[in-house]
């Protein structure tokens, strides 16, 4: 457990200066970042002090305030993998802020791989509390329920899987069904490329019934919109 920590700590470390990077092409020349935004606009649409210690107290607070998010919500779209065991997955869902601190999610995700060696489908659910910022860090919780079905042969089951009258003939099929769930604590990092679009790195830490050895690390990134 020490070594996953340890990993995924590593692997953030390792994104995070790539997200920090966008700012170069981000906006972040001005300090008034999110002035599109009616609630970040009322607070700071108005002159400068001519006081310059008063100035730069406002311009700094104001480059990193992002409280205006408060109440608001969006859309996202992410990719994410493991490598032991190995698994790919993709999700796009929706976000909502409650206040400025608590953001809830739910998500369609499909994933490919994991310990089952499988595919599923299904729901992605989530909190996080993270700092009102313009690059802000985050620690939350979620759920992962997913299945998938397939066909498998059925030619000796002594069952009428088709109902064509007709049991166990040749190429009969029937439908089997699986099942995956997991819970899984999350950090990562949040940041604003501007008033409406986040950027976000992540790991969580898929717990699953079938015990610690299916557990699994999955680092993402992903792109959110907010909905002024």
């Avoid at 692997?11 to 935004?37: E, N, Q, Y």
């Avoid at 607070?43 to 998010?69: C, F, G, H, I, W």
């Avoid at 109902?163 to 999350?186: I, K, Q, W």
Wanted: glycine share 10%; net charge negative; with cysteine.
């Amino acid at each position: 457990m020490q070594a996953s920590i340890t990993r995924a700590t590593i692997m953030l470390s390792c994104v995070m200066p790539v997200i920090t990077a966008f700012s170069g092409c981000a906006g972040i020349g001005t300090s008034k970042w999110a002035m599109d935004d009616q609630n970040y606009a009322e607070k700071y649409d108005k002159p400068y002090s001519s006081n310059d210690a008063e100035k730069a107290t406002r311009m700094l607070k104001q480059s990193v305030d992002a409280r205006y998010v408060k109440n608001q919500g969006g859309y996202y779209v992410g990719a994410a993998a493991a490598d032991d065991p190995f698994a790919v997955g993709a999700e796009v869902g929706a976000f909502h802020y409650y206040g400025s601190m608590v953001e809830g999610r739910a998500g369609l995700k499909g994933l490919l791989g994991t310990a089952e060696e499988d595919w599923f489908v299904g729901g992605d659910f989530g909190i996080r509390m993270q700092t009102p910022t313009r690059l802000a860090p985050f620690v939350g919780v979620g759920t992962f329920l997913g299945g998938n079905q397939k066909q498998v042969n059925a030619e000796d089951d002594h069952l009428d899987n088709d109902d064509d009258t007709s049991v166990d003939e040749r190429g009969e099929t029937s439908s089997e069904y699986d099942f995956l769930a997991s819970v899984y604590p999350e950090l990562g990092m949040h940041f604003w490329l501007n008033s409406s679009t986040r950027m976000t790195a992540g790991a969580q830490y898929h717990m699953t019934p079938q015990g610690r050895a299916d557990d699994f690390w999955f680092f993402g990134l992903s792109v959110a919109v907010l909905q002024h």
